[in-house]
């Protein structure tokens, strides 16, 4: 074989086990949760309501309906933001200004999330336990956070499908006499759709997925919560409570919470990804 | 009165104003929350000073050794599989099912949360491959935490070297390789080191992942096999477990202006080398 047909395959290699990670991630973590979702029953370790890992008994729902919550209430903070924000830096603003912004927004995304946790636990927690009554660490505080820790993902895809859109459309509404807001109400964003519902989907993926902030401003209590000022736990920060003590069934338990989480962001995953590709066609 | 449709607009433009300039508003407010308690309480010892009783005395420095030796390992780990991984999409092959499926591979695992990857971690390097609580662990975990980004932004910057380039060395008889490392990587390298900044500046920040695999302890490494604490994982350990507010916001300061020094540099080198070419 040639020097150049080995090193072509040694870059096959490469690539290949960059990719093999994942499969890895997949393997793993089935290998260990599996077995005890099997073991406790499909039904009760999701529906279950009951999380006492030292009674063995192990109901995920709480946590279900916790994430559920959270990552509703994140989309209903930092979607109007981001699509604001994505309108303002591909429309409104100047080329130049808009050059200076973007990496603020990408300063946005480079911020630990340790550091939002922490501006929620000192910040929002005491403006809501006084303004609003109740713990303070709750679902609107979480809320309130994850929807700023999104808005960067929705941002940079949101203004890059924006942004590719052919000048003609525009152009085409303008010479019908539509104003610049009509414009880019009824032809650039519907015409962006696409690329939108993915960032959307992808920062759903990332609200999911948030744990050590959540930690710090949810008050992680394993109850069903029952409005957006009680404390909850999610489907991440049950993993990234329990997981530096656990053992036997109770850390595979930890591991099965893990294998929803892949599912549910495996599902987004690809639908973000069919969008993308949908919208570049 | 009806309102007319250059009412709506104005009133529309407006709201979208104030959104985008509320966006920054917080950003700085969550900055300037950590950084007005924690800058004056940053000196030179609490730099260089190890820290003591928990963490409520002392400084930072074994959690700074920490973090650069994460990083370190990481950036070693990822960068090599990372770049080779692109200059096959790149180079070696066009669109085709095996690029196919590496793509989606590495879009899949760009949105993979930082816990599973911890999970991962602390089953397969920490318990499987029995390296313990270690940098070696927390770096492996890390490394294929940060691969979707270097692989992104080093097929990117590959992709931005004209082809008229390749051409030209395709005609002086360079052969494939040849062209690749005498002529491709030399053009892509500022665009391959943003990325490499990139997942710095993520490992700098990660904790769910690196508590998982890499432990808590703040005595200072002296193996790859040591268990150590990184400074994200310091500042979430004080202001969680309440053990002092005061080095908490000296620790988030630290970390603030470090990722801060990272991105600036990474977003210069964007602007300079990446988007001009």
Same mark, same amino acid.
Request: net charge positive.
């Given at each position: 074989?040639?020097?150049?047909?080995?090193? @072509?395959?040694?870059?096959?290699?490469?690539?290949?086990?960059?990719?093999?990670?994942?499969?890895?991630?997949?393997? &793993?973590? &089935?290998?260990?949760?599996?077995?005890?979702?099997?073991?406790?029953? *499909?039904?009760?370790?999701?529906?279950?309501?009951?999380?006492?890992?030292?009674?063995?008994?192990?109901?995920?729902?709480?946590?279900?309906? #916790?994430?559920?919550?959270?990552?509703?209430?994140?989309?209903?903070?930092?979607?109007?933001?981001?699509?604001?924000?994505?309108?303002?830096?591909?429309?409104?603003?100047?080329?130049?200004?808009?050059?200076?912004?973007?990496?603020?927004?990408? *300063?946005?995304?480079?911020?630990?999330?340790?550091?939002? #946790?922490?501006?929620?636990?000192?910040?929002?927690?005491?403006?809501?336990?006084?303004?609003? #009554?109740?713990?303070?660490?709750?679902?609107?505080?979480?809320?309130?956070?994850?929807?700023?820790?999104?808005?960067?993902?929705?941002?940079?895809?949101? @203004?890059?499908?924006?942004?590719?859109?052919?000048?003609?459309?525009?152009?085409?509404?303008?010479?019908?006499?539509?104003?610049?807001?009509?414009?880019?109400?009824?032809?650039?964003?519907?015409?962006?759709?696409?690329?939108?519902?993915?960032? +959307?989907?992808?920062?759903?993926?990332?609200?999911?997925?948030?744990?050590?902030?959540?930690?710090?401003?949810?008050?992680?209590?394993?109850?069903?919560?029952?409005?957006?000022?009680?404390?909850?736990?999610?489907?991440?920060?049950?993993?990234?409570?329990?997981?530096?003590?656990?053992? #036997?069934?109770?850390?595979?338990?930890?591991?099965?919470?893990?294998?929803?989480?892949? &599912?549910?962001?495996?599902?987004?995953?690809?639908?973000?990804?069919?969008?993308?590709?949908?919208?570049?066609? | 009165?009806?309102?007319?449709?250059?009412?709506?607009?104005?009133?529309?433009?407006?709201?979208?104003?104030?959104?985008?300039?509320?966006?920054?508003?917080?950003?700085?407010?969550?900055?300037?929350?950590?950084?007005?308690?924690?800058?004056?309480?940053?000196?030179?010892?609490?730099?260089?000073?190890?820290?003591?009783?928990?963490?409520?005395?002392?400084?930072?420095?074994?959690?700074?050794?920490?973090?650069?030796?994460?990083?370190?390992?990481?950036?070693?780990?990822?960068?090599? *599989?990372?770049?080779?991984?692109? +200059?096959?999409?790149?180079?070696?092959?066009?669109?085709?099912?095996?690029?196919?499926?590496?793509?989606?591979?590495?879009?899949?695992?760009?949105?993979?949360?930082?816990?599973?990857?911890?999970?991962?971690?602390?089953?397969? &390097?920490?318990?499987?491959?029995?390296?313990?609580?270690?940098?070696?662990?927390?770096?492996?975990?890390?490394?294929?935490?940060?691969?979707?980004?270097?692989?992104?932004?080093? @097929?990117?910057?590959?992709?931005?070297?004209?082809?008229?380039?390749?051409?030209?060395?395709?005609?002086?008889?360079?052969?494939?390789?040849?062209?690749?490392?005498?002529?491709?990587?030399?053009?892509?390298?500022?665009?391959?080191?943003?990325?490499?900044?990139?997942?710095?500046?993520?490992?700098?920040?990660?904790?769910?992942?690196? +508590?998982?695999?890499?432990?808590?302890?703040?005595?200072?490494?002296?193996? *790859?096999?040591?268990?150590?604490?990184?400074?994200?994982?310091?500042?979430?350990?004080?202001?969680? @477990?309440?053990?002092?507010?005061?080095?908490?916001?000296?620790?988030?300061?630290?970390?603030?202006?470090?990722?801060?020094?990272?991105?600036?540099?990474?977003?210069?080198?964007?602007?300079?080398?990446?988007?001009?070419?």
């Amino acid at each position: 074989m040639s020097k150049e047909k080995i090193l @072509e395959k040694s870059f096959l290699l490469i690539a290949l086990s960059s990719i093999s990670i994942l499969a890895l991630i997949a393997f &793993f973590i &089935f290998q260990q949760g599996i077995p005890l979702m099997w073991k406790v029953g *499909l039904n009760s370790f999701l529906l279950g309501d009951r999380w006492f890992p030292s009674k063995e008994s192990f109901g995920i729902f709480p946590m279900i309906v #916790g994430s559920f919550w959270v990552t509703l209430g994140s989309l209903i903070v930092g979607v109007p933001l981001g699509m604001a924000c994505a309108v303002f830096l591909s429309e409104l603003t100047h080329p130049t200004i808009a050059m200076i912004l973007r990496p603020m927004i990408q *300063l946005l995304a480079a911020i630990p999330s340790v550091i939002y #946790g922490f501006w929620g636990l000192i910040v929002l927690v005491p403006l809501i336990r006084d303004s609003l #009554g109740g713990p303070g660490l709750s679902i609107l505080a979480g809320s309130l956070v994850l929807g700023i820790m999104i808005l960067p993902t929705i941002i940079s895809i949101s @203004e890059d499908s924006l942004r590719a859109l052919p000048r003609t459309y525009k152009e085409g509404a303008f010479s019908l006499g539509a104003t610049h807001w009509q414009t880019i109400w009824r032809v650039l964003l519907p015409a962006a759709r696409s690329g939108i519902v993915a960032s +959307i989907i992808l920062g759903m993926g990332r609200a999911i997925g948030e744990t050590m902030a959540m930690i710090m401003i949810l008050g992680n209590a394993t109850q069903l919560p029952n409005s957006i000022l009680s404390s909850a736990r999610t489907l991440t920060t049950n993993i990234g409570i329990e997981m530096g003590y656990a053992s #036997g069934d109770h850390r595979q338990a930890l591991f099965a919470t893990g294998v929803v989480l892949f &599912f549910i962001i495996m599902g987004l995953n690809s639908l973000a990804l069919i969008l993308s590709r949908k919208g570049r066609a | 009165m009806k309102i007319s449709r250059h009412h709506t607009q104005g009133l529309a433009k407006g709201v979208i104003w104030v959104a985008a300039f509320s966006t920054l508003a917080v950003m700085f407010w969550i900055l300037y929350q950590v950084l007005r308690e924690g800058l004056p309480l940053l000196n030179l010892g609490f730099f260089l000073q190890a820290p003591r009783q928990m963490g409520r005395a002392g400084g930072i420095f074994s959690t700074i050794i920490g973090t650069l030796a994460l990083t370190v390992v990481a950036i070693i780990i990822a960068t090599p *599989l990372g770049v080779g991984t692109a +200059i096959f999409l790149r180079e070696y092959t066009r669109e085709s099912r095996v690029s196919r499926i590496i793509r989606f591979g590495t879009d899949c695992l760009a949105g993979v949360p930082s816990i599973i990857f911890g999970l991962f971690g602390f089953v397969f &390097f920490v318990i499987f491959l029995r390296m313990g609580w270690s940098i070696l662990s927390g770096g492996l975990t890390l490394a294929s935490m940060i691969l979707p980004t270097i692989i992104s932004t080093a @097929e990117e910057a590959i992709k931005s070297v004209p082809y008229t380039y390749r051409e030209v060395s395709f005609a002086l008889g360079g052969t494939r390789w040849q062209t690749i490392r005498k002529v491709v990587l030399p053009n892509a390298i500022p665009g391959i080191l943003t990325g490499v900044l990139l997942g710095v500046g993520r490992s700098v920040g990660e904790t769910a992942a690196v +508590i998982l695999t890499a432990g808590s302890s703040f005595i200072t490494p002296d193996s *790859l096999f040591s268990p150590i604490r990184t400074m994200a994982v310091h500042f979430y350990i004080l202001a969680r @477990e309440g053990i002092s507010m005061e080095m908490a916001y000296a620790t988030g300061a630290a970390l603030i202006l470090l990722i801060l020094a990272i991105n600036t540099v990474a977003n210069w080198m964007m602007y300079r080398y990446v988007h001009k070419a």
